[in-house]
């Protein structure tokens, strides 16, 4: 007979069962990408360089005094930690952008060691140190805190007013790049956490408020020579508030501060009165700072204190504040998240972030640029998306270009059975009705019947109903097939038309089943691989045609990471994100990456885990030294080299034909004298590490004439050998 080797499905390679692959080559490798923004802070400075477009922050208090030098690149909302040398760490010091010279210049702060009065600059790469921190040099400021400063770009000067050294200070002094001169003692009352901003169209540095024993309301202005007292009405008196200058509007900015509470309302300063603008936006907050950013023309807040630290950033455009990056989403667990494949980005929606309280917010996550973008708010009685909510499933529909998102609990008497989509830029409610109002269930986008497979839930009973939405109406499908269960997790195989359920728990039991959903019913694939579990995570590998699935809770929680092929579970990583539930994973299929968000450990988590797989090629040469070995078709003209994924266990299987009986098997590489092995089992296990070319044979035994012997190879799940005469 001459029956040629048939490849059933490329997914998994080969090492010989003696040489499993060694602790820690794993197969699966998960890389941190959670954005890196400064930590939760106040009393820090901030200045933008206008010739390299960027907002420079320095310091602050972050539990302890800080010592970063961070960047904010507006124009892709991204924060760059830049230097951790230069000034001491140090807070209540200031700054201002010099652009004759294109420096930032930093005066002055305090640590717990006590206050300082030395002048640094920062040209974008490093600090210099300009002048000493002598307390008794008489040609430069005093060592103090909590004084302003602001850049005179029509003189050329920093100007510094006031401050704590002790006491509050009233002097005005001017850095002019290489000294520092005394302008004026007079003018404003001495005092401390008052603010400066330079009106460029008016020549004018202008003050607002501050503390000089008491909180003050006070605007005055310094033209250079003298100050002059503008106004006592407007905001109300206050001090740790922040100033910036809008040039293309003509208006001071003001955010802020402490008055008795913490303020959240923003002011503007046309050179003659202020004007209210806005109380929302940022939460009230006191020693954040603000600078504006003249190339997109919009004022640029970072941190504070709101009763927390606080670590977002905002810019106000004149007309309102919008959120531009927070290090992510908050901690939080039971939130759910889908990949939209026609705008590239990952949409999560709600979740559970602690102390009873359920969210309400839609955050994209644009992998390429590690990027968090919050789309959508978390107010409570906004009609116009679903209500706060956790234990919630959502499914990408990729050919209407869609977020479904179905049902949820809000953490009270609330169990919901609302549909909505997410189409990018608003939620749209569909349709109360269809499934009775779950929690805990799972959905799968099927794309090649066009429908969302939901199945499971609770609402104080398990279900195991199964449904079907295309985008219109639900459909009940079937009330078979798994056990009426919860917390389980789902995925499609777009390579098999099936949709994979893994576990949940179905009272008491987690079941540790897997099942598929062809369209029309359930069949029970496997009761073994991963430990039965709930809270786990699954997504869809389209790249290397393989379900991932991460933790859960089989009693603790776990950190496993592992894959479907159809056929069986591989264990593929035991490191990466820590072992947790509740946690929402999907797959870039753009970039063939999976992403992970969330989830609790122990402690909620904000963390943004990116995986992949690894992947090897194995060229398998079969060969007749002699009469008593085995021949592979010599004709077959293409089964070799082949791709797989690292860390499949396949089983070969030698079956000798006639009166001969198998003697034993011998495997190598040529490449590598390590990877030897004869041995007299069969079937044999092997597993894949690395890149390999595999010679394999069988010897059979027997005496005499040999009979016509044939054989049969069969590598579990991937290759099917038919018999071969030898």
């Known amino acids: 007979m001459d029956v040629r080797a048939s490849l059933v499905l490329a997914v998994a390679v080969l090492l010989l069962g003696v040489q499993a692959p060694a602790l820690g080559q794993e197969c699966f490798t998960w890389v941190d990408t959670t954005p890196a923004d400064p930590s939760p802070r106040n009393d820090h400075a901030l200045a933008y360089d206008s010739a390299r477009g960027v907002t420079v922050l320095f ?13 904010w690149d507006g124009l892709n909302s991204i924060w760059t930690l830049r230097s951790s040398s230069g000034p001491s760490p140090r807070q209540q010091h200031r700054m201002a952008y010099d652009s004759a010279r294109g420096v930032t210049v930093l005066f002055g702060g305090r640590d717990s060691g006590g206050r300082y009065g030395d002048t640094w600059e920062w040209d974008g790469t490093s600090w210099t140190l300009r002048s000493g921190s002598d307390p008794n040099d008489p040609n430069r400021p005093s060592p103090r805190n909590a004084h302003a400063m602001a850049y005179d770009s029509a003189r050329g000067v920093t100007v510094l007013f006031g401050g704590y050294d002790g006491s509050y200070d009233g002097e005005t002094w001017e850095w002019d790049g290489t000294s520092w001169t005394l302008r004026s003692s007079g003018g404003p009352s001495p005092r401390a956490g008052h603010t400066l901003a330079y009106d460029s169209v008016r020549g004018r540095t202008v003050l607002f408020g501050g503390d000089d024993g008491s909180f003050d309301g006070e605007t005055w202005e310094w033209d250079g020579t003298s100050w002059t007292l503008r106004s006592s009405s407007g905001p109300s008196p206050r001090y740790s508030h922040a100033l910036a200058y809008d040039s293309a509007r003509g208006v001071t900015v003001l955010l802020g501060g402490y008055d008795g509470s913490f303020d959240g309302e923003t002011w503007e300063w046309d050179g003659t009165s202020w004007t209210f603008r806005s109380s929302s936006g940022p939460s009230p907050r006191w020693g954040h700072a603000l600078a504006y950013d003249s190339a997109r023309g ?12 606080d670590s977002k950033t905002w810019e106000w455009d004149g007309t309102s504040w919008t959120l531009r990056s927070t290090s992510g989403p908050s901690p939080r667990s039971r939130h759910a998240m889908a990949y939209d494949s026609a705008r590239a980005v990952t949409v999560l929606f709600g979740g559970y972030q602690g ?6 917010d839609t955050w994209e996550w644009d992998g390429p640029n590690s990027i968090w973008t919050l789309r959508s708010g978390s107010e409570p009685n906004d009609p116009n998306r679903p209500s706060p909510r956790g234990e919630h499933a959502m499914a990408y529909d990729s050919a209407r270009g869609v977020t479904v998102l179905f049902g949820g609990w809000d953490g009270g008497s609330v169990i919901y059975g609302d549909t909505w989509e997410w189409d990018g830029t608003s939620w749209t409610l569909r349709t109360s009705s269809g499934p009775s109002p779950l929690a805990g269930p799972a959905m799968a986008y099927d794309s090649a019947r066009g429908v969302t497979v939901l199945f499971g839930g609770y609402d104080g009973s398990l279900y195991g109903d199964t449904w079907e939405w295309d985008g219109t109406s639900w459909t009940l499908r079937s009330s078979s097939g798994p056990s009426p269960r919860a917390e389980h997790a789902m995925a499609y195989d777009s390579a098999r038309g099936v949709t994979v359920l893994f576990s949940g728990w179905d009272d008491p039991n987690y079941p540790g089943d897997t099942w598929e959903w062809d369209g029309t019913s359930w069949t029970l694939r496997s009761s073994s691989g991963p430990s039965p579990r709930e809270e786990h995570a699954m997504a869809y590998d389209s790249a290397r045609a393989v379900t991932v699935l991460f933790g859960g809770w089989d009693g603790s929680s776990n950190g496993e990471t592992w894959e479907w092929d159809g056929t069986s579970w591989t264990l593929t990583s035991s490191s990466g994100p820590s072992p947790r539930g509740d946690a929402a994973m999907t797959y870039d299929s753009a970039r063939g990456v999976t992403a992970l968000f969330g989830g609790d450990d122990g402690a ?3 963390e943004t885990w990116e995986g992949t797989g690894s992947w090897y090629v194995l060229t398998l040469t079969l060969k007749d030294p002699g009469p008593s070995w085995v021949d592979i078709d010599p004709n077959y003209p293409n089964w070799a080299p082949f791709t797989y994924p690292c860390g499949r266990t396949l089983t070969l299987t ?3 034909a006639g009166n001969k009986s198998f003697k034993k098997w011998k495997i190598w590489d040529a490449n590598d004298p390590n990877y030897f092995a004869i041995d007299t089992n069969n079937p044999i296990l092997v597993v894949m590490d690395a890149d390999r070319q595999v010679k394999a044979f069988f010897k059979c035994g027997g005496g005499g004439i040999l009979p016509p012997v044939g054989m049969m190879l069969a590598v579990l799940g991937l290759f099917v050998w038919t018999r071969r005469r030898c």
Do not use: H, K, M, N
Request: zero cysteines; a negative charge; proline letters at 3%.
């Open 298 to 309: 919009v004022t640029v807040l970072f941190g504070g204190y709101d009763g927390s630290l």
């Open 654 to 656: 030698a079956v000798p």
């Open 59 to 71: 310091g602050g208090y972050d539990g302890s005094s800080d010592g970063e030098t961070w960047e």
């Open 604 to 606: 909620l988590d904000g």
């Open 355 to 360: 102390g009873g309280i359920y969210l309400g």
